[in-house]
């Protein structure tokens, strides 16, 4: 059974950073895109970043500059660099991973891990 599991979240000072880690446990190949979501208590989830296979990376335009995806092929583990960290930015932070299988499309989701940004 596949598992993805988020860690890195926590409390955070404006401007300050943190690094998120999502790592795969299980039988899981060919991942073909990483990506990380977040949803605040008064806002629906939304999309943060995407990483494709090939290395294409994909940013919510609020959020480039400030961001950065990666990823750890050898270990199935995909990162968030947060940096200059915001109020707005609290959020419960979750990552997706999207399978290609003998034809077949799959999504797993984490848990997700709380980050806090407040002075």
């Known amino acids: 059974q596949v598992r993805l599991v988020e860690s890195g979240g926590g409390f955070v000072q404006p401007g300050g950073s943190l690094r998120l880690s999502c790592a795969a446990s299980?039988?899981?190949?060919?991942?073909?895109?990483m990506g990380w979501y977040r949803q605040a208590p008064d806002r629906g989830r939304e999309p943060v970043a995407t990483l494709t296979e090939d290395g294409t990376t994909y940013y919510s335009d609020s959020l480039k500059g400030r961001f950065t995806i990666s990823r750890d092929n050898g270990k199935n583990i995909a990162f968030l660099q947060m940096n200059s960290l915001k109020p707005e930015d609290t959020a419960v932070y979750s990552c997706?991973?999207?399978?290609?299988?003998?034809?077949?499309?799959?999504?797993?989701w984490g848990q997700g891990t709380q980050v806090i940004v407040s002075s």
């Open positions: 997706r991973f999207v399978t290609f299988n003998g034809g077949a499309v799959r999504a797993y």
């Open positions: 299980g039988s899981i190949f060919n991942i073909q895109k």
